[in-house]
Each structure stands twice: as C-alpha cells, then as structure tokens.
C-alpha cells in the first residue's frame, strides 16, 4: 500500500540555521511526491513537487530530491527564516488512477530569531 | 479565482446536534475532496468526488457523516448528530487532473468545528 512517513516533531531552529525534514514513502509504482505547508490558521498549500525520480523540486529555497533507491523526499533549506515557522506535511500520489494524496503526519517548524 | 471557500470559518454547537459545512471549489476543477484535521490524527481524507460523483468514501467515519456534491460548484458535509469527538478542523480541497498526472490540492481555509 502507499504511506508516508516523516520525522516527529517539533522542530525548532534558529534564524539562518540549516533545515532538513525527512520523509521516506512506501508505493507500488512511480508515485509523484509533494510536500505541503501548512502557517498557521491556514489550509495546506503546495511547496514544491517532483514527479519522477532524480527530479528535484525546488521554491521560496526549499528543495527536495526524489530519490527511488531510497525511497526518500528530504525537505532542505539552507538558511531558515522566521516566516518559515509552519506545519510541513509530506505526500505521495495515489496510483491506482485516482487523484488522490496520501499525506504524512506534518512536521512542526518553530524558527527563533 | 477566489480559491476554495469553505463556510463557516468556525461553528460551536451541542452534542447532538446537526452540523452542515459548506464548501465552493475552484471553477473548473472536477476533484472535490473532504478532509480531517486533529492533533490526534493528523490529515484524514474522508471522502473524495470526480465530477460530482462519489468515489471513495471509505474514510468517513460512521453513518453519522454524509457529504453531497449537488453540482460543480458546492458540496456540504454533514454530521448528524454531532459527538464531541468530532471536534476538528475540516479541510475542503479541489484540484484538476491533467493527463493522468495527479494534480495541485488546493486547500481552503478550513471549517473549525467545536462540539461540546
């Protein structure tokens, strides 16, 4: 079946520190991943996106690479910013043809100045 | 485009009884979906349409939920009667599909709901 996985939170980092949030999927067949951020009062938006392996998904300094071997998303930021404190969820497309996520369970980002 | 618009922002009401929430996709869009927020939980999908039509609702919780989509352009979740364990934030998303490739949720702001 399809799951995801991600690091327990919270997580909370200086301004200017270096960000990682892993998330690791379980799927049959080449599933598009995503990763969500949620600020708060708000609904999810998308950050950033990579449908294939190798692809790297990148936006605002967020990256992420889909790599297969590992079956692994990692979100990175080189330098956090307190605008960046959110909820990060993680998430894989359904494959079985419908048009549906499979989201993990959001990582708690609380940046400090 | 406005988004996906969901109403009411919040709603308190009593144990047992009825509580609709109401949702406007984006025009265009032919995904609808209802989702579940808690602490506990986390994100739950608990029912998801194409074109109107109802096609997975294995995550709704109990005979309690019932959700429509009417036509293109509004759907409503119900809970009747409501417990206070479905206290939560329920998310309405819509996105297109393209070619097969899943595409963007687009969330809207979330129907906070207390029952006490």
């Known amino acids: 079946g399809n799951s995801v996985t991600q690091m327990e939170g919270p997580v909370t980092l200086s301004e200017e520190a270096f960000l990682t949030i892993n998330c690791t999927y379980t799927?049959?067949?080449?599933?598009?991943l995503f990763w969500y951020v949620q600020y708060p009062g708000e609904g999810l938006q998308l950050l950033l996106k990579?449908?294939?392996?190798?692809d790297k998904g990148s936006n605002k300094g967020f990256e992420a690479t889909y790599r297969k071997e590992t079956t692994s998303f990692h979100l990175e930021k080189g330098s956090v910013q307190v605008s960046d404190s959110a909820v990060y969820f993680c998430?894989?497309?359904?494959?079985?043809?419908?048009?549906?996520?499979?989201f993990g369970t959001g990582t708690r980002l609380t940046v400090i100045p | 485009d406005a988004g996906v618009i969901q109403s009411p922002r919040h709603e308190v009401t009593e144990m047992g009884q009825e509580v609709t929430l109401r949702c406007k996709p984006i025009?265009?869009?032919?995904?609808l979906f209802w989702y579940r927020q808690t602490m506990m939980r986390g994100l739950e999908l608990l029912i998801y349409f194409n074109n109107n039509v109802p096609i997975d609702d294995s995550g709704m919780p109990e005979d309690r939920f019932s959700a429509k989509m009417p036509n293109a352009s509004f759907s409503t979740l119900k809970i009747q009667p409501s417990e206070p364990r479905d206290s939560a934030v329920y998310f309405c998303?819509?996105?297109?599909?393209?070619?097969?490739?899943?595409?963007?949720?687009?969330f809207g702001e979330g129907s906070r709901l207390t029952v006490l």
């Open positions: 990579a449908t294939k392996a190798d």
């Open positions: 799927a049959t067949g080449y599933p598009s």
């Open positions: 998430a894989l497309s359904d494959q079985t043809g419908a048009n549906n996520l499979f």
């Open positions: 998303a819509s996105s297109l599909q393209r070619g097969g490739q899943t595409g963007e949720l687009f």
């Open positions: 025009s265009g869009h032919d995904y």
